[in-house]
C-alpha cells in the first residue's frame, strides 16, 4: 500500500501497489478519487482532519461510482483543540461508518493520537466497535525512525499488541488468528 498524491501518478503506482491509499490531505481531491478508483485497485480512504462523517462517506462514493466496490474507509484521527495527543482518534466514527456504510473500516490509532503509549488502548477499543482492521506503525528501534518514532511501536511491543487483542476479538465473536503473532 502507498498513498496516492496526484492524479498523474495513479497509473504508474497502480502497476506496483496492491492497495492505493487516499490519505488525508486528499480525501476530498473527488478527480483523484475518481482516477484512483478507475485504476481497479483497491483504495483505501483515510479521513480528512476536519472531515465530517457525512463528508468522509460522500467522498467514497466518487470511488464507489466509478465501479470499483474495493473501498476501505481509514479512521485516522481529526483536528481538535485538544494538545496531548497529535490528533483526536474517533472512535465514534467506526461505530457509525459500521451502521451508515457496507464498507470495511480500518482504524489507524499510531496516526489517531501519535503517541505509541496509547496506541494499545486505542486498537482494543477499535476491535470492540467492530473496526476490520488496524494500520499500525512499528519499527524496529522508534527512537531512530525518520519520521513519526514516537507513535511507532517496536517489534516487541508489536507481538504484545496481537497477543493482547486475542480476548477483545473473542469477546465479540472475531476469528482470533492474527497476522503477527
Not at 485538544?82 to 496516526?111: M, W
Not at 482492521?133 to 518514532?149: F, K, M, Q, R, Y
Request: charge should be negative; charged fraction near 25%; proline fraction near 4%.
Amino acid at each position: 500500500m502507498t498513498e496516492l498524491l496526484a492524479e498523474e501518478d495513479v497509473e504508474r503506482v497502480a502497476e506496483v501497489a496492491d492497495v492505493l491509499q487516499i490519505g488525508t490531505r486528499n480525501a476530498q481531491n473527488f478527480r483523484l478519487l475518481q482516477r484512483a478508483a478507475r485504476s481497479g485497485r483497491p483504495i483505501l480512504l483515510k479521513r480528512g482532519m476536519s472531515m465530517k462523517m457525512e463528508e468522509w462517506l460522500l467522498a467514497a462514493e466518487y470511488a464507489l461510482a466509478e465501479g470499483n466496490s474495493q473501498v476501505m474507509l481509514c479512521e485516522r484521527g481529526i483536528r481538535t483543540f485538544e494538545t496531548y495527543t497529535r490528533n483526536t482518534l474517533d472512535l465514534s466514527a467506526v461505530a457509525i461508518a459500521k451502521k451508515e456504510s457496507h464498507l470495511p473500516v480500518v482504524v489507524d490509532p499510531s496516526q489517531g493520537c501519535g503517541r505509541a503509549d496509547l496506541v494499545v488502548e486505542l486498537c482494543k477499543a477499535a476491535v470492540v466497535l467492530g473496526a476490520d482492521a488496524l494500520l499500525v506503525e512499528v519499527h524496529p528501534d522508534p527512537s531512530g525512525a525518520w519520521s513519526d518514532g514516537q507513535q511507532q511501536l517496536d517489534f516487541a511491543a508489536f507481538g504484545q499488541l496481537m497477543q493482547g487483542l486475542r480476548p477483545f476479538l473473542q469477546a465479540v465473536g472475531r476469528p482470533v488468528e492474527l497476522a503477527g503473532a
